[in-house]
């Protein structure tokens, strides 16, 4: 059973199409992630989902109800910002309080304890937003959404005006808050590690359109064409007239081939037990290497284009600029594309 | 590095005097006696200032100036507010327009200004040529690109349009996200606006003189028609009025510095206990004429 719906959605600004016949359904309890570059739409169709913004064509269902045209206070969604939007005239507590003040309901003040014991800001009731950090904005953020008891929570990047510690910190806890309420969560982001965190399935956007839906592991495993190959994994894509006649063999068929940095391995080329049943053997010049943290990586230079291969950072393993390699590509790792 | 210190305090010392001569010349004339052949007054007197201040038209033209200001003002921030708020956050691609239609008045001269206005409603449907009511039009115009631009330049600083975004999300209705999540936040910034207009259409002479004129005397016209008569009298009439506009800067260089200090958090109290203070004033004003 879909919990929310989005059926064949289009919208465009003046003569630019933003979303392009968007359709993706999640199920109760899931935490989906919208992931893109910036400007592929990601944000439209969050605040097309909340209302603020109408759709030109198609559908929006939440718990089967069509909420394509009511205003965004009908809808039972909750928001977060990725600029806080908090209400800088009210403290800590009206700001959570705000919706449940809105609605009329009873045991706000219980409510709002709750929820700031939540999202770990005790002691902080009374201070005003310009008084917190960035984090701790945030979580009122956060806290101000969810205390409305959202059917869908939406994020839009809500955490990259973070700095990087804190930035995981939050993505741990949001986690544990959402598995917590059990709550239906649509995130967006650019940055394709924090998809593949946090998320149990992962939409990847490209100009408008949803190219790639799956598991974060199904989708940096099979990346379904060049654009997420290269979106999400810094795969090697390579031409496949090109492959071929890197690898003197013609066995494999299709427009390009795409091979992630982490399954190639070098081997100096003085060596000469090559496993070539299994592997494809390049020829190679190492180009330059750089570290980012415990991960090496390697930029090869061959005949024809030029390899990414990672290596986790042993003590003692290196090879130096210069060096003359084989690169060994594993066949069965090639995606075909 | 010591010596071109020296050399800016100097020039801003200069300044300081140039700017200051005059007003001390006003002020010590407003207060000499006989002043005719010395540096200085040979003697004071208040006796300007106590013939200012029981002259009944002095009054009434205190009392024009400010009915003219209050309501043209007061017009424009009722007018203005819900406008550009509704055309900021819901209508944006408006925006040009608005902009365009309230930076008009820039472009027109007053003499010129008054002249039309007076052909168009001397006759026809309106006819309010000579009356205050086209005066307070006339400011309402006037003070139009101040306003404009205080309203909009607050309604940003805050990020109004995302605040009302958040606000409707958790179920308020437009107009209780203007009233609990906007106004609040914008009204130190309308009062800024609201006294520069205030100070500066207090100074406002040409539109006064040319569609009313004696018919309805404001303080400026007063004040022109007494330049013949005494000098002295002028003088104290100058100076009463220039500390009025100054304690006015004085209240916005203070709220506009505060609010960049602090901003926005405790301007309710702020503004609450400024209230206060002026009515205290008033008090004791009201007590004094007793
Ligand atoms: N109000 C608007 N008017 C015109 N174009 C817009 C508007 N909002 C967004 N766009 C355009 O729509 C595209 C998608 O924007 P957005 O959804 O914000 O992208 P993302 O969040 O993925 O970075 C961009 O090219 C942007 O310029
Ligand atoms: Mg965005």
Same mark, same amino acid.
């Given at each position: 059973?879909?919990?929310?719906?989005?059926?064949?959605?289009?919208?465009?600004?003046?003569?630019?199409?933003?979303?392009?016949?968007i359709?993706?359904?999640?199920?109760?309890?899931e935490?989906?992630?919208?992931?893109?570059?910036?400007?592929?739409?990601?944000?439209?169709?969050?605040?097309?989902?909340?209302?603020l913004?109408?759709?030109?064509?198609?559908?929006?269902?939440i718990?089967?109800?069509?909420i394509?045209?009511?205003?965004?206070?009908?809808?039972?969604?909750?928001?977060v910002?990725?600029?806080?939007?908090?209400?800088?005239?009210?403290?800590?507590?009206?700001?959570?309080?705000?919706?449940?003040?809105?609605?009329?309901?009873k045991?706000?003040?219980?409510k709002?304890?709750?929820?700031?014991?939540?999202?770990?800001?005790?002691?902080?009731?009374?201070?005003y937003?310009?008084?917190?950090?960035?984090?701790?904005q945030?979580?009122?953020?956060?806290?101000?959404?969810?205390?409305?008891?959202p059917?869908?929570?939406?994020?839009?990047e809500?955490?990259?005006?973070?700095?990087?510690?804190?930035?995981?910190?939050?993505?741990?806890?949001?986690?544990r808050?959402?598995?917590?309420?059990?709550?239906?969560?649509?995130?967006?982001t650019?940055?394709?590690?924090?998809?593949?965190?946090?998320?149990?399935?992962?939409f990847?956007?490209?100009?408008?359109?949803?190219?790639?839906?799956?598991?974060?592991?199904?989708?940096?495993?099979?990346?379904?064409?060049?654009?997420?190959?290269?979106?999400?994994?810094?795969?090697?894509?390579?031409?496949?007239?090109?492959?071929?006649?890197?690898v003197?063999?013609?066995?494999?068929?299709?427009?390009?081939?795409?091979?992630?940095?982490?399954?190639?391995?070098?081997?100096?080329?003085?060596?000469?037990?090559?496993?070539?049943?299994?592997?494809?053997?390049?020829?190679?010049?190492?180009?330059?290497?750089?570290?980012?943290?415990?991960?090496?990586?390697?930029?090869?230079?061959?005949d024809?284009?030029?390899?990414?291969?990672d290596?986790?950072?042993?003590?003692?393993?290196?090879?130096?600029?210069?060096?003359?390699?084989?690169?060994?590509?594993?066949?069965?790792?090639?995606?075909?594309? | 590095?010591?010596?071109?210190?020296?050399?800016?305090?100097? +020039?801003?010392?200069?300044?300081?005097?140039?700017? $200051? #001569?005059?007003?001390?010349?006003t002020?010590?004339?407003? /207060? %000499? *006696?006989?002043?005719?052949?010395?540096?200085l007054?040979?003697?004071?007197?208040?006796?300007?200032?106590?013939?200012?201040?029981?002259d009944?038209?002095f009054?009434?033209?205190?009392?024009?100036?400010?009915?003219?200001?209050?309501?043209s003002?007061?017009?424009?921030?009722?007018?203005?507010?819900?406008?550009?708020?509704?055309?900021?956050?819901?209508?944006?691609?408006?925006?040009?327009?608005?902009?365009?239609?309230?930076?008009?008045?820039?472009? +027109?001269?007053?003499?010129?200004?008054?002249v039309? $206005? #007076?052909?168009v409603?001397?006759?026809?449907?309106?006819? /309010? %040529? *000579?009356?205050?009511?086209?005066?307070?039009g006339?400011?309402?115009?006037?003070?139009?690109?101040?306003?404009?631009?205080?309203?909009?330049?607050?309604?940003?600083?805050?990020?109004?349009?995302?605040?009302v975004?958040?606000?409707?999300?958790?179920?308020?209705?437009?107009?209780?996200?203007?009233?609990?999540?906007?106004?609040?936040?914008?009204?130190?910034?309308?009062?800024?606006?609201?006294?520069?207009?205030?100070?500066?259409?207090?100074?406002?002479?040409?539109?006064?003189?040319?569609?009313?004129?004696?018919?309805?005397?404001?303080?400026?016209?007063?004040?022109?028609?007494?330049?013949?008569?005494?000098?002295?009298?002028?003088?104290?009439?100058?100076?009463?009025?220039?500390?009025?506009i100054?304690l006015?800067?004085?209240?916005?260089?203070?709220?506009?510095?505060?609010?960049?200090?602090?901003p926005?958090?405790?301007?309710?109290?702020?503004?609450?206990?400024?209230?206060?203070?002026?009515?205290?004033?008033?008090?004791?004003?009201i007590?004094?004429?007793?």
């Amino acid at each position: 059973m879909n919990y929310v719906t989005i059926d064949q959605v289009t919208k465009g600004y003046e003569n630019q199409v933003v979303l392009n016949d968007i359709s993706l359904t999640l199920k109760k309890g899931e935490f989906a992630t919208l992931l893109g570059q910036s400007g592929c739409g990601k944000s439209t169709l969050l605040r097309s989902i909340a209302g603020l913004e109408g759709v030109d064509v198609g559908r929006i269902l939440i718990d089967g109800k069509d909420i394509t045209n009511l205003s965004p206070r009908q809808r039972e969604v909750g928001m977060v910002f990725q600029s806080y939007a908090l209400f800088p005239n009210m403290s800590v507590f009206d700001n959570i309080a705000y919706g449940l003040k809105m609605k009329k309901v009873k045991n706000i003040k219980s409510k709002v304890k709750n929820m700031i014991d939540m999202v770990d800001l005790i002691g902080k009731e009374e201070s005003y937003p310009h008084q917190l950090s960035g984090g701790q904005q945030q979580r009122v953020a956060l806290a101000r959404a969810l205390v409305m008891e959202p059917k869908v929570l939406l994020l839009d990047e809500p955490l990259s005006a973070l700095d990087a510690k804190i930035r995981k910190s939050l993505q741990k806890e949001l986690k544990r808050i959402q598995k917590e309420l059990d709550i239906t969560t649509i995130f967006v982001t650019h940055d394709q590690e924090e998809a593949m965190t946090m998320s149990d399935r992962i939409f990847v956007m490209n100009k408008g359109k949803v190219v790639q839906s799956g598991s974060p592991s199904e989708i940096y495993t099979s990346p379904v064409n060049t654009f997420v190959a290269k979106f999400i994994g810094n795969y090697n894509v390579c031409n496949m007239e090109v492959f071929h006649k890197l690898v003197r063999s013609t066995e494999l068929k299709g427009n390009e081939v795409a091979i992630r940095p982490e399954v190639l391995q070098l081997v100096s080329a003085g060596e000469d037990s090559l496993d070539l049943q299994e592997n494809w053997g390049i020829k190679g010049v190492i180009k330059d290497v750089s570290m980012t943290g415990n991960v090496l990586r390697y930029e090869v230079e061959t005949d024809e284009s030029a390899f990414l291969v990672d290596y986790l950072h042993h003590r003692g393993e290196m090879f130096e600029q210069g060096a003359r390699v084989h690169i060994l590509v594993p066949k069965k790792e090639c995606i075909i594309l | 590095m010591k010596s071109s210190l020296t050399f800016h305090k100097v +020039i801003v010392g200069l300044l300081v005097i140039y700017l $200051l #001569i005059p007003l001390v010349g006003t002020f010590l004339f407003s /207060i %000499a *006696g006989k002043w005719d052949h010395t540096i200085l007054p040979e003697s004071y007197t208040m006796d300007w200032y106590i013939e200012l201040f029981q002259d009944e038209r002095f009054y009434d033209a205190f009392r024009r100036t400010l009915f003219l200001i209050v309501m043209s003002v007061g017009l424009s921030v009722v007018i203005m507010l819900p406008t550009i708020f509704i055309i900021t956050v819901y209508f944006s691609k408006w925006e040009g327009l608005l902009q365009a239609a309230a930076m008009l008045p820039y472009g +027109i001269p007053p003499i010129v200004g008054a002249v039309g $206005l #007076i052909k168009v409603y001397s006759d026809g449907p309106i006819q /309010i %040529a *000579g009356t205050p009511w086209i005066l307070i039009g006339a400011y309402f115009i006037t003070i139009l690109p101040f306003m404009y631009q205080g309203i909009r330049s607050s309604l940003r600083t805050i990020n109004a349009v995302q605040l009302v975004d958040a606000a409707e999300l958790l179920g308020a209705t437009k107009f209780q996200s203007f009233r609990t999540v906007v106004f609040p936040n914008i009204i130190s910034g309308i009062l800024v606006s609201t006294l520069l207009s205030v100070a500066l259409l207090f100074s406002e002479f040409a539109f006064a003189n040319l569609l009313v004129g004696g018919r309805f005397e404001t303080i400026q016209i007063y004040l022109a028609d007494k330049l013949n008569s005494s000098g002295h009298l002028t003088s104290a009439i100058v100076i009463t009025y220039y500390s009025m506009i100054l304690l006015l800067t004085g209240i916005v260089l203070k709220l506009t510095f505060r609010n960049e200090k602090n901003p926005v958090v405790s301007n309710k109290k702020r503004i609450l206990s400024f209230f206060k203070k002026q009515h205290c004033n008033k008090n004791t004003a009201i007590e004094g004429e007793k």
